[in-house]
Each structure stands twice: as structure tokens, then as C-alpha cells.
């Protein structure tokens, strides 16, 4: 029999583990594996879920289905993602309660995005001379968006963390990140060869999108302190491998 991974009952795996949620010793460590796993997430779950996509549509007509397609597709996504990070992360909290906050969170999240930047774009379509700020105020409603799933998040994180309210507003802090990085490349692009740019661009953003989103919230997790009122998770890690 298993021992559920959020009793009390768990017994610290050291006397003493620190006043962090990450031990210091295990910080170099556990900043290389959440970011290479959330790499590894971004990867396998964006292939999973277009290939997922392409071969429903591929036999149901594409007008009744493309939306729920799409949702599907996005579950997919968010469940392969946070389950990659959750592999690292239930040595010290609920692996289990992170694959579904952070699913549920970064559902919340897209669909907010998704629908923002539909309703900019439509009033933005009605005035064409204020394409710049329609476009500026698309990029700040996808950034606060990630307000969504840092609240999803810091549901878990209390639990484990003290004073983790701050989380909140981390994946707002990724995102905004991102949107930086998709800016600078803006203005390089005429720099990069007419034939290569479109692949470049593309992978150049792909893969800097995947390591924001797994070094910050590294940074993050390293710097909560964790609840003196609740055990150390870290022997509860065979219960998430096994189970």
C-alpha cells in the first residue's frame, strides 16, 4: 500500500532541511532538472498535441470539430508539460496536485489569451491607424493572464511554502519575459537571411519561450521558504514514481 503523498504522516528525509522549500545543496541540482524537464514538457507536449490534432481533423470535418480539436489538443499539452515538471518537483511538494493546478491554470490562461487577443484584434480592425497600441495592449492582457495560472499554482504552494502569495504573479513575470525576447526579435529579423528566417525565427522563440518558462519559476521555487507547519515532501517521492 502507498502512502498518500499529502498526509502529514511523511517523515523528513534529513533532521534538519533547511527553512527552504529547495535545500541549498540541492539548488544547482534541482534548477538544471526543472528547466531541462520543462524544455523536455514544452517539446513532447507541443509534438503530442499536434499530432494529436492533426489526426482527428484529418478524419471529421474541420468546421463541426476544429474547436474541440483544439481544446483536446491543449489538455494534452498542459497535462504533458506540468507532469514533466511535476517529475522533479515531488521530491518537495504534491506532484500530483502540481500536474493539476498547473493544467487547469495554464488552460485558464490560454483561453484568456486567446480570447483577448480575438477581441483586440477585432476593434483593432475597425481603427487601423492605432495598430500599434491595439498591439501593445494585446501583449500586456497575455501577460496578465499569467495571473491565472500563478494562482493555480500558489493554491499548491501554500500548503508547502510560506508567504508564496508573491507566486501569483511570477508566470505574468515569465510571460512578460517572453514577450521581451519575441520584441528583440522584431527588430533582428531583417539581420537573419530571407530563406532562413521564418525556421529561425520560429525555433529561436520556440525554444527561449521553453527555458524562460523553466528558469524562472526555478528561481522562484528556490527562494520560497518552506511551511515549518507541514513535513518535507521529499520522502514521498517513490509514492509519485510508484504509484
Not at 491595439?134 to 499554482?153: K, P
Not at 512578460?176 to 526579435?185: A, C, G, N, R
Amino acid at each position: 500500500m502507498h502512502t498518500d503523498s499529502n498526509s502529514p504522516t511523511h517523515i523528513e528525509s534529513t533532521p534538519h532541511p533547511g527553512k527552504f522549500l529547495i535545500p541549498r545543496s540541492h539548488r544547482q541540482k534541482f534548477f538544471l532538472q526543472f528547466t531541462l524537464m520543462t524544455v523536455l514538457g514544452w517539446v513532447v507536449g507541443g509534438t503530442a498535441s499536434i499530432g494529436l490534432e492533426k489526426s482527428i481533423l484529418g478524419n471529421l470535418p474541420p468546421a463541426d470539430s476544429f474547436h474541440w480539436v483544439k481544446i483536446l489538443g491543449n489538455i494534452v499539452f498542459a497535462l504533458v508539460f506540468a507532469g514533466d515538471q511535476a517529475l522533479v518537483l515531488h521530491r518537495y511538494i504534491s506532484g500530483w496536485l502540481w500536474i493539476l493546478a498547473t493544467s487547469i491554470g495554464w488552460l485558464m490562461a490560454n483561453s484568456m489569451a486567446i480570447a483577448w487577443v480575438k477581441y483586440i484584434s477585432s476593434i483593432a480592425g475597425v481603427s487601423p491607424e492605432l495598430a500599434f497600441s491595439w498591439g501593445f495592449l494585446s501583449t500586456f492582457s497575455y501577460i496578465l493572464t499569467g495571473i491565472w495560472l500563478g494562482l493555480c499554482q500558489w493554491l499548491v504552494l501554500r500548503r508547502y511554502a510560506k508567504q508564496a502569495w508573491l507566486w501569483i504573479f511570477l508566470p505574468s513575470v515569465s510571460f512578460f519575459s517572453i514577450s521581451l525576447f519575441v520584441w528583440f526579435l522584431s527588430l533582428v529579423q531583417d539581420l537573419i537571411p530571407e530563406v532562413n528566417r521564418t525556421p529561425i525565427l520560429y525555433w529561436s522563440e520556440q525554444t527561449f519561450t521553453a527555458i524562460i518558462l523553466g528558469v524562472i519559476p526555478a528561481i522562484g521555487l528556490c527562494t520560497l521558504k518552506r511551511n515549518s507547519h507541514r513535513p518535507n515532501q521529499s520522502s514521498s517521492s517513490s509514492s509519485f514514481t510508484n504509484s
